[in-house]
């Protein structure tokens, strides 16, 4: 079966705190992709990082950062220094064949 | 600007009434895709379509139908026989062998 978890239903942090939102997936595919959005009030979903099951680099942009590990079937995102705009809901994605499994999101609360 | 547009954000109908809800998008995608989100859940996949005039269901197609007569549109109706249709809906298009999906800002359905 291929699923996508995410085990945080919600969190809050106050601003300037670092925070890891965890993403635990399942697949019976040797290649596969993971993804990231993030879903603010406004409703849209903006796509933030994907990341393809040979590249087991870690990937960090500005504030952001990815922790991929095949081993552990996690792909963790981190956010540095959190800030107020950073509240959202966060998605996590896995794509299966011409389609994305999403997980049921982690809502994000960034406290002033 | 480049992007998939919705409309309208908000749409209200009475019950047993059948609505169409627009999604446009000029990034020259093949693929588009409608997903339904209910408060605290993720998204689940109802139709998508690869090609102009061919559309595939995807997890919850039920009381939905949708047509792809153009490249740029992907319209969708949910009809009387949707038994719970309020919920926010959104589309999405991507290049074909891109993975990555992009969003429209989503319809809020209400049904009265």
């Known amino acids: 079966a291929q699923k996508v978890t995410q085990a945080q239903t919600e969190i809050s942090v106050v601003e300037k705190e670092d925070v890891t939102l965890d993403c635990v997936y399942e697949t019976r595919d040797t290649t596969y992709y993971l993804f990231w959005y993030k879903q603010p009030p406004s409703g849209e979903l903006v796509f933030l990082i994907r990341r393809n099951s040979f590249d087991e680099q870690n990937e960090i942009s500005g504030r952001y950062s990815w922790n991929f590990q095949k081993s552990t079937s996690s792909f963790n995102f981190t956010i540095t220094a959190s800030q107020v705009v950073d509240s959202a809901v966060y998605f996590c994605?896995?794509?299966?064949?011409?389609?994305?499994?999403f997980g049921k999101g982690t809502r994000l609360h960034i406290l002033p | 600007d480049g992007g998939i547009t919705q409309s309208p954000k908000y749409l209200f109908r009475k019950e047993g009434q059948n609505v169409t809800l627009s999604c446009e998008q000029n990034?020259?995608?093949?693929?588009m895709y409608w997903y339904r989100q209910d408060p605290g859940q993720g998204l689940r996949l109802i139709y998508y379509s690869q090609i102009v005039n061919d559309f595939q269901k995807g997890d919850i197609a039920e009381g939905y139908s949708v047509s792809r007569e153009k490249k740029e549109s992907f319209p969708l109706t949910v009809t009387s026989a949707q038994k719970n249709p309020t919920a926010f809906y959104l589309c999405?298009?991507?290049?074909?062998?891109?993975?990555?999906?992009?969003f429209g800002p989503g319809t809020r359905l209400t049904v009265l």
């Open positions: 994605a896995l794509r299966r064949d011409d389609k994305i499994i």
């Open positions: 999405a298009s991507s290049i074909l062998d891109v993975n990555e999906q992009f």
């Open positions: 990034l020259n995608h093949d693929a």
